[in-house]
Each structure stands twice: as C-alpha cells, then as structure tokens.
C-alpha cells in the first residue's frame, strides 16, 4: 500500500492535495491519452499486484501491454523550487523480470551444451570456454533489462511519454521524490515563506 503525503504550511495553513509517495504506473494505449486525461478522463493505474486484474477490466494482459510499450511509470517529485508537486514519466516495462525461469533454463541448456562439446572435441578447454562464453552472453543478457528492450524497441513512445525530472509549475530542476527523508522544508505555493512539510496520511477508504 504507498504512503499518501499531504503538504501542510505552518505559516498560513496551506494544504496541499494529496500524493502518493513514490510512484504507479500508469496504462497508454495511444498518443491521445494525454490530452484527454487533461480533460479529465479517468486513467487506469496498474498497481502491484493488482496490475493483472486491472489490465483484465481492459482486456489486456500484463506481458502484452509491459512489452508492447504500453506502460508509463510515473514518479510524484516535490520541487523545492515552487513547493509543488510535479511527476516524472518514463516509458517502463513494469519491472517484468526478463524471465527468471527462462534465464536459469538458458544457462542450464549452456552447461550442458559447453561440457557436452568439450566431451566430444575431447578438449576440455573448449567446452570451459563455451561455458564462459555462455555465462557473459547470460549476463549481458539480464543486465539488458526488460526496461531497456522495451525502450529500445519503441524509441517514439519513449519520446511521447518521457518527460525529464523538470518541475512542471516553475521549470526549476530542483524536484525530490516525494517522501524521501530530508526534503522538505518546502516553499509554500500561498504564502511563499518556506514552511511547507509533507505529512504522511492515512490513506482514505
Ligand atoms: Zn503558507
Ligand atoms: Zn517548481
């Protein structure tokens, strides 16, 4: 369950709106999707775990929409700046391991395989050296994460739906994650003196 921060002034008792600490990730289908959220349309956040059920209500499954691209993880920042709350968006692959299973599979199949050749070339050596060579491919492999591919593969979506960690309101560059320890306190966005602290709330309903 994230923790929901709201800000509070101490000066003039200015309260911000809620915001949840850390980030979600948020589901886009289309280009659109930006525009008429602005208009107030409702957007699905994929939270874990309970990505899969909402992806259902939409006909979606988690791996189709994780390595289609369709996946945008979403960071609230503070900016210490202004006092308000901007997000950083970045195209993601919802944290999807590459598949755990399929790499110890993988690597299995190589020992076999390395020691499997060094047996029949009677030449231990070779099948070490397939081995290793195995073993880097593998961790080339993990080190290439699912967020890289899925980047990799739709260099426009990551244009369309990154945004940089720029404060929205004023444009400083001096934004911090909401809930992160040693952030406030921040400028209030009413009063402008510097008493604005984030709170943790109880989370409503
Ligand atoms: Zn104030
Ligand atoms: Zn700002």
Redesign the pocket.
């Known amino acids: 369950m994230p923790l929901v921060f709201r800000g509070n002034c101490s000066h003039c008792g200015y309260e911000s709106p809620d915001v949840s600490a850390g980030g979600f990730v948020v589901l886009v289908t289309d280009r659109e999707e930006d525009a008429r959220r602005r208009l107030g349309e409702k957007f699905p956040i994929v939270t874990h775990p309970f990505a899969e059920y909402v992806l259902e209500e939409f006909g979606l499954s988690f791996h189709t929409t994780a390595w289609g691209g369709q996946l945008v993880e979403v960071q609230n920042l503070v900016?210490r700046?202004?006092?308000?709350v901007?997000q950083h968006r970045r195209l993601t692959a919802g944290g999807v391991a590459i598949g755990c299973g399929g790499c110890a599979g993988i690597g299995a199949m190589g020992l076999v395989l390395g020691i499997a050749v060094g047996f029949l070339v009677a030449n231990p050596f070779v099948g070490a050296g397939l081995g290793i060579a195995i073993c880097v491919l593998l961790a080339t492999g993990i080190e290439f994460s699912a967020n890289r591919l899925v980047r990799w593969r739709f260099p426009e979506r990551v244009a369309a739906v990154d945004t940089t960690r720029m404060?929205s309101?004023?444009?400083?560059w001096n934004?911090v994650p909401v809930g992160s320890r040693g952030g406030g306190p921040f400028p209030c966005p009413e009063c402008g003196e510097t008493s604005v602290r984030m709170v943790p709330i109880a989370r409503p309903g």
Not at 81 to 84: A, F, K, Q
């Open positions: 900016c700046d202004c006092g308000r901007t404060c309101h004023c444009g400083g934004c």
